[in-house]
């Protein structure tokens, strides 16, 4: 984990962290309405490389105001797949209480983002990285990869659970649980 997170603003939070409500509850992880880098469900954007682990990849994220007529959370970078890297990524724990660790959102059938690719290449492929219980290392998750067209405005992306596939140990040998999901990252 590094420095790949920036505030474009003031960061304090808006409210008591007990007048948040669970990403559960309101079905939504992040409307951008709080000060970065918290989520609108009261938990904290982070950045991270692969530098981690040895990479020479390099990023950055930042809230801006007008990416394309809307706010929205901006992951900058060059990823690199020099030294076994090969990764830029922003996540955020989903659950409030730091006790529980995890939130249950087996009520739903998957996730869904707004994005926009405005990269070099024609096409940008991503990953959404999901970790629960199974994922005890840190190169463990369950992901969903998917392309978007660079320059072509924004697109609601939906990845269903069943589009989730483990990685690493644990995940490999472990099918998909979103009883307990304790983290997001893309």
């Given at each position: 984990e590094g420095p790949a997170g920036k505030s474009s603003g003031p960061s304090l939070m808006t409210k008591a962290p007990a007048a948040f409500q669970s990403c559960v509850d309101s079905g939504t992880i992040d409307d951008m309405s709080e000060n970065f880098p918290y989520t609108s469900c009261g938990t904290t954007w982070r950045g991270f490389t692969?530098?981690?682990?040895?990479?020479?990849?390099?990023?950055?994220f930042e809230r801006e105001q007008?990416?394309?007529?809307?706010?929205?959370?901006?992951?900058?970078?060059?990823?690199?797949?020099?030294?076994?890297g090969g990764f830029?990524?922003?996540?955020?724990?989903l659950s409030l209480d730091p006790?529980?660790?995890?939130?249950?959102?087996?009520?739903?059938?998957?996730i869904e983002l707004d994005v926009l690719c405005q990269g070099k290449d024609d096409t940008g492929s991503f990953n959404v990285h999901l970790r629960n219980p199974a994922c005890?290392?840190?190169?463990?998750s369950y992901r969903a990869t998917f392309q978007i067209e660079s320059g072509k405005g924004?697109?609601?992306?939906?990845?269903?659970?069943?589009?989730?596939?483990?990685?690493?140990p644990g995940p490999e040998s472990t099918p998909f649980d979103?009883?307990?999901?304790?983290?997001?990252?893309?």
């Amino acid at each position: 984990e590094g420095p790949a997170g920036k505030s474009s603003g003031p960061s304090l939070m808006t409210k008591a962290p007990a007048a948040f409500q669970s990403c559960v509850d309101s079905g939504t992880i992040d409307d951008m309405s709080e000060n970065f880098p918290y989520t609108s469900c009261g938990t904290t954007w982070r950045g991270f490389t692969d530098q981690v682990m040895g990479g020479v990849s390099y990023g950055r994220f930042e809230r801006e105001q007008d990416v394309d007529g809307r706010t929205a959370n901006v992951l900058h970078g060059k990823v690199s797949l020099y030294n076994n890297g090969g990764f830029v990524q922003m996540a955020t724990d989903l659950s409030l209480d730091p006790f529980v660790g995890s939130v249950d959102a087996s009520d739903y059938d998957g996730i869904e983002l707004d994005v926009l690719c405005q990269g070099k290449d024609d096409t940008g492929s991503f990953n959404v990285h999901l970790r629960n219980p199974a994922c005890a290392r840190q190169n463990s998750s369950y992901r969903a990869t998917f392309q978007i067209e660079s320059g072509k405005g924004w697109k609601t992306v939906r990845l269903p659970w069943k589009d989730f596939k483990g990685f690493g140990p644990g995940p490999e040998s472990t099918p998909f649980d979103a009883t307990e999901l304790r983290r997001v990252g893309i």
